[in-house]
């Protein structure tokens, strides 16, 4: 079988160890011939192909990035996109494709398999939000990365005795600012999931600098919002395709903060630096095992299906079940977070 790959979406740690595991299963137990697609559905659009074999994916586990690029260009929201993704694949002779992105990119996958292409989806994003899967590639890198920092901003947090702000990624779940500030050992975590109060914020923040210490490491996410009604207002930002602005919600935090509480304060906005660099060993296994389980799927005669982490267990999930879902941090977990302040 002539089978294609593409990455799309943000790029993040983990998405080479996936493509490696796609071609060499691919290639070694089932005989398929594997080509990518450069720059996700765009290359699927244009036609831009390039084989992939195993011998040329030596050394690429540990790396960062994708080989074969990204962008987040979604062929079902332009004119005729569709008809030159199907277009393509004839020309082509390609009868399948392994898709590897966040819900844009599954999205866009799902739409694609309704018009009668065989698809099988591997589930990335640092944001973990994908639905339908305990993990998505790319998540552990970035807590990874983001508990360092918070462990590093907290030894300048001490000797100023400040109020020291960092922001991390996550649009609409909350899941590395969660993870990592339970790590790091933030006294306030601010997640999309729950809504703030700024005065709730003000008293903790002013009663823990009298009581017992005087820094504090607060630890939000760029879609965090204040709950209606409270005494913040804060639109907001929004770029060009209607994505939450970095930087924002942290900027504007740092202000509240040092003009309530008159505390010297600080923001730190981590942005790519969470998505750059190798991969943890936790990433590469389960973008190895998403890899070899796309495959063997496709080789199985299934599609229309995504690769999904359910507990140990690497399972199947209709990749049209997930469009349109956000998978949100658990009240559990969100539970840990607030009460280890
Ligand atoms: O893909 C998810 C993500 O990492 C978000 O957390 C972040 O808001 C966004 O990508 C940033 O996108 P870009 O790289 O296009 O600026």
């Known amino acids: 079988m002539r089978v294609g790959v593409l990455t799309g979406g943000g790029d993040v740690p983990g998405l080479n160890a996936a493509i490696r595991a796609v071609v060499k299963r691919g290639e070694g137990a089932h005989g398929h011939s594997i080509v990518g697609f450069r720059n996700g559905w765009k290359g699927v659009v244009e036609g831009d192909v390039r084989p992939l074999v195993r011998d040329e994916l030596r050394n690429v586990l540990a790396t960062g990035g994708t080989l074969l690029g990204t962008s987040r260009f979604h062929p079902h929201r332009n004119p005729g996109g569709v008809e030159a993704v199907l277009a393509t694949l004839e020309q082509e002779r390609i009868e399948a494709l392994i898709c590897i992105g966040g819900d844009g990119t599954l999205g866009a996958a799902s739409e694609i398999a309704a018009a009668g292409v065989r698809v099988i989806g591997i589930p990335k ?11 998505s590639i790319g998540f552990d890198t970035a807590v990874t990365i983001a508990t ?8 300048t947090a001490e000797s100023h005795n400040r109020v020291m702000i960092v922001e991390v990624m996550g649009r609409h779940a909350g899941w590395i600012a969660v993870t990592s500030g339970i790590a790091g050992g933030a006294e306030i975590v601010l997640a999309p999931e729950e809504p703030f109060d700024i005065e709730r914020i003000e008293k903790f923040l002013v009663h823990r600098h009298r009581a017992h210490a005087s820094f504090s490491i607060v630890v939000v ?25 970095a930087g924002a919600i942290g900027e504007r935090l740092k202000s509240e903060i040092a003009q309530r509480t008159g505390f010297d304060t600080r923001v730190t906005v981590l942005g790519h630096v969470q998505r750059g660099g190798i ?18 799927a496709l080789s199985e005669g299934r599609s229309d299906v995504m690769t999904a982490l359910r507990g140990d267990r690497i399972e199947l999930v209709d990749i049209a079940d997930i469009a349109g879902k956000v998978q949100y941090v658990p009240e ?3 539970r840990v977070a607030r ?3």
Do not use: C, K
Request: proline share 3%; aromatic share 6%.
């Open 332 to 334: 559990d977990l969100l």
């Open 279 to 296: 991969p943890t060993a936790s990433d590469r296994i389960l973008a190895s095992r998403f890899g070899v389980a796309a495959i063997d």
């Open 339 to 341: 009460e280890l302040a």
């Open 125 to 135: 994003t640092i944001d973990n939000d994908v639905w339908g899967t305990d993990r």
């Open 221 to 245: 996410a760029e879609g965090a919002v204040p709950a209606d009604g409270t005494a913040m207002s804060y639109q907001t930002e929004v770029g060009q395709f209607g994505e939450i602005v």
């Open 148 to 155: 360092e920092a918070i462990d590093r901003i907290h030894t």
